[in-house]
């Protein structure tokens, strides 16, 4: 056994690639496309290293080209469920004495594959599979993936060092334990960073896990679980499953050894899950950590003093990158009157050079929404505002076209009630709505910001008057936990901004800093005394 202390230097961002017309990345990504859409892939589950199959399939079919196959995954059952928890924790022992340094080599390993041999299967597997266009697949999941696994070794380094003082006779120290059990990760669709970090955040502290992904991001899930074996993560330390919400949710939240879960998701499942956790209260082992990240009603708030120009670009990148699928996205916007007719002229202007189509077209902005489900309630939203009587109005796009994808047009709606149902309720989708206030009651205005929404997940304000930034960032300090000043309310970097909201937007744990792998570790306090006391007298007592 070693008697070394090892160190993990702070790593740099990786690199986010260009993918200009031409260039070897556009080139290398446009073939791995052709690659995966040349074959049907047959998912398996992953469960104690192994790969399973029950034989009832789901097919994956790209949202925006439905009438191609990409490949089908096997639904798990009752049986799966059990065996994967059944795997988890006979590996718990094992990993969690596993020395650190080996542990940290497998995600760097897992980091450096994905940076090299696996970025463009990993980039072609998320645009196909979630619609995202090469630049939103490039920052997710390569870039965004690879900062979360080396970026959390460091910080989890960070953890291991600190230790309590010693004073004169005693030495104190500090270990930090997994939690005595099993995680539970439940990862969404919108981002296949977000899956990749959800499980092995938890993993990397020693902890074991239980991988729930969201079935329309299986497809990049299991390349990610590709990598991570390829890397040499032992069997059982992760174990990838695809069954229903419910199912799971019902079998973990029972069993004695349920120790945490880590959820990025809707807030009323988030909410669910809270509420079974506590009804189950009295089975565990141990307190669970809930830890999770969950909807936003994101806003931009514009002030009189403001720069349109930088405005309108906060806002078309804001509301429609990824089809204002991320979780960040903006939502809403507050435009004062004395800028608000040059900002929709120029908004509007920009939208008509939006290109929407299918990810194998690298000069498309806008993709599909991620399935039919989504789309059906967009387009509801949508009809809704065309039958408002005059309560809203659409001012840009509001058509849909579901005959070859889920097809939403990137929608301006304009809404005279600051509180219209699309100013408070998230959509999800590349639809944004605007409200006109008098730029005379901008202070006024910033109360309606902050009490529209039961959400404070991001929020963006726009000004050139440091005066006004001022107050707006101490009047808006509870309504976003990612504050943007004169940027839009998207692109949170790890290492540079850590991501997270509370209020209805989850516990604020923050990925992609060390706040996060706190909640996974369980701290142990030792005190060794080097020469005891032989008699129980203090010194007042003679």
Known sequence: MHN?????????????????????????????????????????????????????????????????????????????????????????????????????????????????????KMNAATMLGQSKNAFQAEIDSACELIDFLRFNVHFLTGIYNQQPLSPAGVHNRMEYRPLEGFVLAVTPFNFTAIGGNLPTS???????????????????????????????????????????????????????????????????????????????????????????ETGGKDFVFVHPSADVDAVVAGLLRGAFEYQGQKCSAASRAYLPSNLAEAIKSKLLAEMKTLKMGVVDDFSNFVNAVIDEKSFDSLARYIDGVKNSNGQAKIIAGGGYDKTKGWFIEPTVIEAADPKYVTMCEELFGPVLTIHVYDAAQWEAALDVVDTTSPYALTGAVFAQDRYAIELMTKKLVNAAGNFYINDKPTGAVVGQQPFGGARASGTNDKAGSVLNLYRWLSARTVKETLVSPKDYRYPFHS
């Open 202 to 292: 938890a993993a990397m502290c020693g902890n074991v896990v239980v991988w729930k992904p969201a079935n329309t991001q299986v497809y990049s899930a299991s390349v990610f679980m590709e990598i991570l074996l390829e890397a040499g993560l032992p069997a059982g330390v992760i174990n990838l499953i695809y069954p229903s919400g419910p199912m799971v949710g019902d079998i973990c939240y029972q069993h004695p050894d349920f120790a945490g879960v880590h959820f990025t998701g809707s807030t009323g499942v988030f909410q669910s899950m809270w509420k079974s956790i506590g009804e189950n209260i009295s089975r565990y082992k141990t307190y669970p950590r809930i830890v999770g």
């Open 4 to 120: 070394a202390y090892f160190n993990f230097a702070e790593p740099t961002n990786e690199p986010v690639l260009s993918y200009a017309p031409g260039s070897p990345e556009a080139i290398s990504l446009k073939a791995a496309i052709a690659e995966a859409k040349s074959q049907v892939k047959d998912i398996p589950m992953y469960i104690n290293g192994q790969e399973v199959r029950s034989g009832n399939t789901v097919e994956i079919r790209p949202p925006h080209e439905t009438a191609h196959l990409l490949g089908h995954f096997h639904k798990s059952d009752e049986s799966h469920v059990h065996s994967a928890i059944a795997a988890a924790l006979a590996a718990r022992e094992a990993w969690s004495e596993m020395a650190w340094e080996h542990r940290a080599a497998i995600f760097l390993k897992a980091a450096d594959l994905l940076a090299t041999r696996y970025r463009y």
